[in-house]
Antibody
Framework: QVQLQESGPGLVRPSETLSLTCDVSGYSISSGYYWGWIRQPPGKGLEYIGSIYRGGRTDYNPSLNSRVTISVDTAKNQFSLRLSSVTAADTAVYYC?????????WGQGTLVTVSS | QTVVTQEPSISVSPGGTVTLTCGLTSGSVTTSHYPSWYQQTPGQAPRMLIYSTNTRSSGVPDRFSGSFLGNKAALTITGAQPDDECDYYCVLYMGSGISWVFGGGTKLTVL
């Protein structure tokens, strides 16, 4: 069974960079699929942030493109999200997921609050 | 900018049948969008119910089914149960620009 687990700081200061990591077990990232990030502000809907393929090809939501970087570490079987210049609007539960044409496995999510 | 549309809220009686839809502000939803549907209960991660329009994920009861309804993708729940009361999201694969777009979600009430 594929399992994903997000980790990272739960509090980030405004204007700083949010950094999260997703550890994958039960499947080797280098074997295929895209690996992505989705977020959900409190009480609101889901938003696709971006994704990365095993070879490093990335796909980003244009609304966040200039602030987002997703990278992969196949040796550790994990991938990461960096979101720069955060504001309160970036406060959300951040999920990592495995995706191809759909999102079949999800992490449990981690709440990141942007506040001074 | 294309937006994926869903009914904000829908109610159904226990045991009843309900259909949720997933559309586009511009154009029709087709098989090329590979519509998928997700169920999210409070405090939990979304769970995939349906992918590629009408294929049920492993372990999903057959009272959940996917199809097209006119120019939209549709999720039908037959014999709604109280546990079905939660939020439902659709996702469309757009292929370029922004590859995946989520709908705003539908809050289903079973009463």
């Amino acid at each position: 069974q594929v399992q994903l687990q997000e980790s990272g700081p739960g509090l980030v200061r405004p204007s700083e960079t949010l950094s999260l990591t997703c550890d994958v077990s039960g499947y080797s990232i280098s074997s295929g699929y895209y690996w992505g990030w989705i977020r959900q502000p409190p009480g609101k809907g889901l938003e696709y942030i971006g994704s990365i393929y095993r070879g490093g090809r990335t796909d980003y939501n244009p609304s966040l493109n200039s602030r987002v970087t997703i990278s992969v570490d196949t040796a550790k079987n994990q991938f990461s999200l960096r979101l720069s210049s955060v504001t309160a609007a970036d406060t959300a539960v951040y999920y990592c997921a495995r995706l191809q044409l759909d999102f079949d496995f999800w992490g449990q999510g981690t709440l990141v609050t942007v506040s001074s | 900018q294309t937006v994926v549309t869903q009914e904000p809220s829908i109610s159904v009686s226990p045991g009843g049948t309900v259909t949720l839809t997933c559309g586009l502000t511009s154009g029709s939803v087709t098989t090329s969008h590979y519509p998928s549907w997700y169920q999210q209960t409070p405090g939990q991660a979304p769970r995939m119910l349906i992918y590629s329009t009408n294929t049920r994920s492993s372990g999903v009861p057959d009272r959940f089914s996917g199809s097209f309804l006119g120019n939209k993708a549709a999720l039908t729940i037959t014999g709604a149960q109280p546990d079905d009361e939660c939020d439902y999201y659709c996702v469309l694969y757009m292929g370029s620009g922004i590859s995946w777009v989520f709908g705003g979600g539908t809050k289903l009430t079973v009463l």
